[in-house]
């Protein structure tokens, strides 16, 4: 009998820890189990800047470190991602499986996959376990792709010795198997302190990734709506084409409200309560048929900090769900900065997203995630 090691072959860095998959990684972490975390592979498009360049080479190296206790990163690089054409699915399975076939005691280890495009690689992989982590439905990302999508998501379905899914809403792309809904939870660190009381300033804060479901057309409205409030941005930029650079709409958003609107980059997560905590109103301006079927990560973070929620439909499933959370809803630039000014004026001591973020924490979710990916025999198991 040998303790199972853990991969993630993750969509995303490593830094900003602000995923779900960071949380899995320093929970298992936490019960001793090893972790290698094998970042999203940066493409040509990095070659575009020394930086990037230089970051580009570590990851064709597969280079990588120990970042935290039973923690290690490995770096990747690619030419084209996978979900670009069958060609560059073929290429990129080809890098992917390299890399897991070269970590150390892959056999006793299960894998992890958030991507579908990665799923040929893993497939092919002498893994204990090979299990699929879905968090949102990429046809919705990549609508110009959707029908290998779906080939994807019926392979892994059928081939996949475990599906877990973060809403339900998710379950049904995956034919032919039973996925386990385990949905996100908030980090225990945003709960170690108290919330700092707001101040004077009427200001709106986001904090997530800036990519196409973000709503920066509507976020100028609702300023437009709101003369008296600034907006405060942290994330990463994901925009398609754009590497970690804004794409046109979120510029024109920071020129048309130069003074009223910034842009602060990523944030990483122990810098991020106090972000939080700028906030009069916390918001998720999203785009609805993006945001639908997902549970978001950032409500959870928000919750934590106790303060007013506004968010377009979709970001946290069912409307019960939703009210517990706290969490306000607008349809369209009107409502929303209607909301807002409501949600303004509210008590905080009285809101409820606290105590529902406390009650939602992701250690409560471990369990059940652990026993999903690892089997029946989450401590020791052997492996095939």
């Excluded at 599906?163 to 032919?176: M, T």
Aim: charged content about 25%; glycine content about 8%.
């Amino acid at each position: 009998m040998v303790t199972l090691q853990l991969v993630i072959c993750s969509k995303s860095a490593w830094a900003p820890t602000i995923r779900r998959e960071h949380a899995i990684a320093r929970s298992a972490a936490a019960r001793g189990r090893e972790v290698t975390f094998v970042e999203r592979a940066l493409d040509l498009r990095a070659l575009g800047d020394h930086c990037g360049a230089r970051a580009w080479v570590r990851g064709l190296r597969g280079l990588g470190g120990q970042v935290e206790p039973r923690v290690h990163v490995v770096s990747q690089a690619t030419l084209v991602p996978g979900h670009r054409s069958p060609v560059a699915l073929w290429t990129d399975a080809a890098r992917l499986k390299r890399t897991l076939r070269r970590l150390p005691g892959i056999g006793r280890s299960v894998v992890v996959v958030t991507q579908p495009w990665d799923w040929p690689a893993v497939a092919a992989t002498p893994a204990a376990r090979r299990v699929f982590d879905a968090a949102d439905d990429w046809r919705k990302l990549i609508g110009s792709r959707s029908e290998p999508l779906d080939r994807l998501y019926r392979r892994i379905g059928a081939d996949a010795d475990a599906v877990i899914v973060a809403s339900p809403e998710l379950v049904s792309l995956f034919a032919r198997s039973e996925p386990i809904v385990v949905p996100n939870g908030t980090d225990s660190d945003l709960l170690a302190t108290p919330p700092t009381p707001p101040g004077a300033e009427r200001r709106m804060v986001y904090a997530g990734t800036l990519s196409e479901r973000f709503d920066a057309t509507l976020l100028l409205e609702v300023l437009v709506h709101l003369p008296e409030w600034s907006v405060e941005l942290y994330g990463q930029c994901r925009y398609a084409g754009h590497r970690d650079r804004p794409a046109p709409e979120l510029v024109s958003l920071l020129d048309r409200a130069r003074g009223r609107v910034w842009w602060h980059g990523p944030v990483e997560r122990d810098g991020l309560a106090a972000a939080l905590d700028r906030a009069t109103v916390l918001i998720a301006p999203h785009r609805a048929q993006q945001a639908r079927g997902q549970d978001s990560m950032k409500l959870y973070d928000y919750a934590a900090r106790g303060r007013p929620i506004v968010s377009t439909p979709g970001a946290l499933g069912s409307g019960d769900h939703v009210a517990a959370a706290g969490v306000v809803e607008a349809h369209d630039a009107e409502e929303f900065a209607r909301m807002v000014c409501w949600a303004s004026q509210r008590d905080p001591s009285r809101a409820p997203s606290r105590e529902w973020a406390v009650a939602n924490a992701w250690e409560s979710r471990w369990s059940a995630w652990e026993r999903a990916a690892f089997g029946e025999a989450t401590g020791e198991e052997v492996p095939r």
